[in-house]
């Protein structure tokens, strides 16, 4: 209705040559590449790095350490001639450490890395990279592991208290967020931190 065009590309992030041939496919019906937004990764359990088993670790820096890397190999060039930006989703638990979390802000904090390099390196080069902190989202991840009794009221009661503002995440309200770190020219390097108040 807005007029705009949209199109999908699989790909498997631990298959370098699938994204190359994903990202192909997306400048051929587009014709370049605006920003690159890193959203995947697997379903995380909830547990202590101390249980965590070797399989689960690697699933974990595979799919989103890898995979981000993966990405990135395959666009940079495109971004570098056309003047984008990279938009990482990373995690509020960067802030204030949650329990259990560690399979997903672990690979995070990599990827956090990997984003200030960005942004150190090729800002002359016309591309930027910034985060996007995600909170308790109501959607996704959250409602499943809430639906498998994962997160139950002991959790919520105490995930609260830590909130700022009293309720959970839209899914639209991290796409603000990253509309605005796509559009504006001159913010790179940046994390902005959209979890209701989570941890101050």
């Known amino acids: ?3 705009r065009k ?17 990202v192909e496919q997306a400048v051929a019906q587009h014709g370049r ?6 959203a995947a990764g697997p379903v995380v359990e909830q547990v202590p790095l101390a249980e965590t088993t070797q399989a689960l670790w690697r699933q974990s820096i595979d799919i989103e350490v890898h995979g981000f890397f993966n990405v990135v190999q395959a666009t940079l ?3 570098r001639e056309s003047g984008g ?4 989703l990373g995690s509020a638990g960067h802030v204030w450490f949650p329990p259990r ?26 591309v930027r990279a910034n985060s996007v902190l995600v909170g308790v989202i109501e959607a996704g991840m959250f409602k499943e592991l809430t639906e498998r009794g994962v997160f139950g009221k002991e959790w919520v009661d105490e995930t609260q208290k830590l909130l700022a503002i009293k309720r959970w995440g839209q899914p639209e309200e991290i796409g603000h967020a990253v ?8 913010v790179t390097g940046q994390q902005i931190n959209v979890s209701g108040g989570f941890g101050v």
């Open 1 to 3: 209705k807005s007029g």
């Open 6 to 22: 949209a199109s999908a590309h699989a790909a498997d992030l631990t298959d370098a040559s699938s994204i190359v041939a994903a």
């Open 33 to 38: 590449i605006h920003t690159v937004v890193f």
């Open 77 to 79: 060039q495109k971004l």
């Open 85 to 88: 930006s990279y938009v990482h």
């Open 101 to 126: 979390d560690g399979l997903s802000v672990v690979p995070k904090a990599a990827n956090e890395a990997l984003i200030k390099g960005l942004a150190k390196e090729e800002g002359r080069n016309g």
């Open 179 to 186: 509309v605005f770190l796509a559009t504006n020219g001159y």
